[in-house]
């Protein structure tokens, strides 16, 4: 008998066994963390396929370590209890319109921009109806195609753009980045 894998509900690929229990010990993670309320929702691309750059895992590499410079939280010395609560106590809440690493054969701008955009309607309702934030700031190049309909959404707040773009913590220019997130960081936040 021929079994064909479900599509995971954090991505949308194909969900193996170990894809969902994966899957399942980053909402873990993550969900220890989440704020109450939530000032600042930052929205990259895809999640770091490394546990070590996944932010909630607590080893703070990569992704991790470059969006904790951003928001001016130095790690070392701390552990990671008391960085991450740094983070929640910050209003600071991290999503991937991906929840999941992309699978090995999914790469490819051209998949990657179809998995993302089929991704954009079931994460812009989580946005309005549970995670309800004062802002959402666009982390990830990888969220430039779709930059016109995630800034026209009606999420109930605004969307931060770096002259007009998504802060690319994960382009090749990481350190003007992450200099210009935390500018746009220390901007108090509108009103609604």
């Given at each position: 008998m021929l079994t064909v894998p479900l599509a995971c509900d954090g991505c949308?690929?194909?969900?193996?066994?170990?894809?969902?229990?994966?899957?399942?010990?980053?909402?873990?993670?993550?969900?220890?963390?989440?704020p109450v309320h939530m000032a600042t929702l930052l929205l990259g691309g895809f999640s770091p396929l490394a546990d070590a750059d996944f932010l909630y895992s607590g080893k703070f590499e990569g992704e991790a370590g470059r969006l904790l410079d951003a928001v001016?939280?130095?790690?070392?010395?701390?552990?990671?209890e008391t960085v991450l609560?740094?983070?929640?106590?910050?209003?600071?809440?991290?999503?991937?319109?991906?929840?999941?690493p992309l699978e090995s054969g999914q790469a490819g701008p051209l998949v990657c921009e179809s998995l993302l955009a089929k991704r954009i309607s079931p994460v812009l309702t989580r946005i309005r109806r549970s995670l309800k934030p004062k802002r959402v700031i666009l982390i990830s190049e990888s969220l430039a195609p779709l930059v016109a309909g995630l800034s026209s959404a009606e999420l109930g707040c605004p969307v931060i753009l770096d002259?007009?773009?998504?802060?690319?913590?994960?382009?090749?220019?990481?350190?003007?980045a992450v200099k210009h997130l935390h500018s746009a960081l220390a901007a108090p936040i509108a009103p609604k």
């Open positions: 949308g690929q194909p969900a193996s066994p170990e894809h969902i229990a994966r899957r399942l010990q980053r909402l873990e993670w993550t969900s220890r963390y989440r001016g939280i130095a790690p070392a010395g701390k552990t990671p609560s740094e983070f929640q106590r910050g209003g600071f809440f991290l999503t991937h319109l991906l929840e999941c002259r007009g773009q998504p802060f690319g913590l994960d382009s090749a220019d990481v350190g003007q």
